[in-house]
């Protein structure tokens, strides 16, 4: 694990001066509290019981929710959407690491005190983008890791994206027939967790017909 930025990542300094985050009065009230107490504010809605994160994140209609690993992942473009209580905690990890509408996906660990700001190669276009680079964010101990994905033997890709984006995008059709052909070939949602590799996957196309 190295302390690496993905290529062409900056971190935008203004985050920690403005809500990465915008939408109602109260989520702006939370984020500014976020910002000047992240460990008080952290802890304070860790124990909220009124509002814990796994009913709030299972009350959505958009992102992905995988309820055995116990997280939530949206797309960038998502980021305002969130409720409240989420968006408190996406705010505290851009105090403690910058903004995370540079990220191509945003993961909340709901069991957790702890995010995950994702970095792809070509996410917008690639039907396939490679991941070059995870920003894991412990906002219990304010602790930082970035794992380099772009080493290594083999690369991990993005299967079935449009779980991370919104229903009406704009090549969500484009998408779900890519999709169409990943379930052709025996690959689900449900059950794809992070995929074959890169090199797995060209092996597997170059054996079909």
């Not at 920690?16 to 008080?40: K, M």
């Not at 069991?111 to 906002?139: C, V």
């Not at 990943?182 to 090199?199: F, Q």
Request: hydrophobic share 35%; net charge positive.
């Amino acid at each position: 694990m190295e302390a690496v930025r993905p290529p062409g990542h900056r971190v935008d300094k203004r985050s920690r001066e403005q809500p990465v985050v915008r939408g109602d009065r109260q989520a702006q009230i939370a984020c500014a509290s976020a910002r000047q107490h992240p460990r008080l504010v952290i802890r304070q809605h860790h124990l909220a019981r009124q509002w814990p994160r796994q009913i709030a994140a299972a009350q959505l209609d958009f992102g992905y929710l995988d309820p055995k690993e116990g997280h939530f992942t949206i797309h960038r473009s998502l980021l305002d959407e969130l409720p409240v209580i989420l968006r408190v905690y996406v705010e505290c990890a851009a105090y403690l690491y910058g903004n995370p509408r540079d990220a191509d996906l945003i993961k909340i660990h709901l069991h957790s005190r702890k995010l995950t700001f994702h970095y792809y190669r070509d996410f917008d276009t690639a039907s396939l983008p490679e991941l070059l680079t995870r920003i894991k964010i412990d906002l219990k101990r304010l602790f930082v890791s970035v794992i380099d994905h772009t080493t290594g033997p083999e690369h991990q890709i993005l299967f079935f994206k449009e779980r991370f984006l919104s229903k009406d995008h704009p090549d969500r059709p484009k998408m779900d027939r890519f999709s169409t052909k990943l379930r052709k070939l025996g690959l689900r949602e449900e059950t794809i967790g992070y995929g074959p590799t890169k090199e797995r996957w060209e092996a597997l196309i170059r054996k079909e017909p």
